[in-house]
């Protein structure tokens, strides 16, 4: 097998309101990295995030995300504009705990 990068992109999470709180992003999120570096030749997970989701970010933080970029004006409605966090965790990250 050829010697590059394969990042696992997660497309969408999201956890009603209703569970907040009970840790229920974390499992899934945990179930997703599992699963991803289990395949052949994963060596990253990459997400992005609405940089103003504090909660999200700080959950990804907690895991080993760490952040490389930022993406502004990435969502714009009603007006209002979003910026993107670009963010990454290795598998040696993940797997060191």
């Not at 999470?13 to 907040?20: I, L, R, S």
């Not at 504009?81 to 290795?90: A, E, I, K, V």
């Amino acid at each position: 097998m050829q010697d590059t990068l394969q990042p696992a992109l997660p497309k969408h999470m999201y956890v009603d309101p209703a569970h907040h709180g009970r840790r229920v992003g974390e499992a899934l999120l945990r179930a997703v990295i599992d699963a991803a570096f289990a395949l052949e030749g994963v060596r990253q997970v990459e997400l992005n995030v609405v940089a103003t989701n504090a909660a999200a970010t700080a959950l990804y933080g907690r895991l080993g995300f760490r952040v490389h970029g930022e993406i502004p004006d990435c969502f714009r409605a009603a007006g209002r504009s979003w910026n993107q966090l670009l963010m990454s965790l290795p598998r040696d990250r993940w797997l060191a705990g």
